[in-house]
């Protein structure tokens, strides 16, 4: 994954309306890229990335035998996060706000990730 990719990409992500910040992070929860301004946010969506990714493998893995695709965590005000794998070290996270349209924003993370594991 070079670092001009995931810009592009990040950039693609950031044009949906309501995407409010991404962060792509290691496994372990280190960052590797963000559109976040605040350091402190940065660390602190990066770690998460990493808890909600492995909370979620394991939950799945327990009860269904699967890995997930996806972890949605969503506030009463239909704003939340949406944190994916991208492979065994890294993660993506997407913070969005209420006029983010989930479909959109689930379709092109869909193809953000296809574009990211795509052998050059």
């Known amino acids: 994954m070079s670092l001009e990719k ?11 309306n309501g995407v409010i910040g991404v962060v792509f ?16 946010l940065e ?3 990066a ?3 990493a808890v909600l990714a492995e909370v ?3 939950a ?7 890995d997930h695709s996806w ?4 506030a009463p005000d239909s704003s939340g996060v949406i944190v994916v794998k991208i492979n065994e070290n890294s993660n993506l996270m997407v913070i969005f ?10 379709y092109t993370i869909k193809n953000v990730i296809s574009q990211l594991n795509k052998k050059e």
């Open 71 to 74: 972890i949605g965590i969503y």
């Open 47 to 49: 770690a998460l990335s």
């Open 56 to 58: 979620g493998d394991r």
């Open 97 to 106: 706000d209420k006029e983010a349209k989930l479909g959109v924003l689930l």
């Open 60 to 66: 799945l893995k327990e009860l269904l035998e699967k």
């Open 6 to 16: 995931i810009k592009k990409l990040s950039d693609e992500l950031m044009r949906i």
């Open 25 to 40: 992070s290691s496994s372990d929860g280190l960052p590797i890229f963000t559109t976040l301004v605040d350091s402190d």
């Open 43 to 45: 660390e602190k969506s």
